[in-house]
């Protein structure tokens, strides 16, 4: 997997992998799993290592957390209220105005299409509000 050469987000990526081995279980390669499609739709997707130990991947912004909870791997797209979601990935936290969630259960799979496609779209948002940021105001 491809990190920046920043010695911040090596670090990250070595206490993501520290997260997933200690997890020892289901949510432990769920992680891994969502990891790996992360960084299968966007190499150049940095990892950091943010809020006492939640895994967070960031282009031109974050894009999500991954955090790990008993009974769920909780995917929090930080732009997901503005992302279409034709397949209807999200199905945590629908009420906000901004985030949006995908909670992942044991035995449960991903359609790993769509979650890249999401990701993208993701990245998509925050290129195009760092873009409407750096723009002159009138």
Not at 74 to 98: H, I, M, Q, V
Not at 99 to 104: P, Q
Not at 112 to 134: D, G, P, Q, T, Y
Request: with cysteine.
């Amino acid at each position: 997997m491809k990190t920046t050469t920043g010695s911040s987000s090596a670090a990250a990526s070595k206490n993501i992998d520290k997260k997933i081995e200690a997890l020892g279980d289901w949510r432990g390669e769920m992680l891994a799993r969502v990891r790996k499609l992360i960084h299968d739709a966007d190499p150049e997707i940095q990892e950091e290592w943010k809020w006492m130990g939640t895994p967070v991947w960031s282009h031109d912004g974050g894009v999500c957390t991954g955090e790990s909870y008993k009974q769920v791997v909780k995917l929090t797209f930080f732009r997901g209220a503005s992302l279409k979601d034709p397949k209807k990935l999200f199905n945590s936290s629908l009420e906000g105005n901004t985030r949006r969630a995908i909670d992942l259960h044991e035995g449960e799979t991903i359609n790993e299409a769509a979650f890249k496609s999401l990701i993208r779209s993701a990245i998509a948002a925050n290129v195009a509000a760092r873009a409407e940021h750096s723009r002159p105001k009138k």
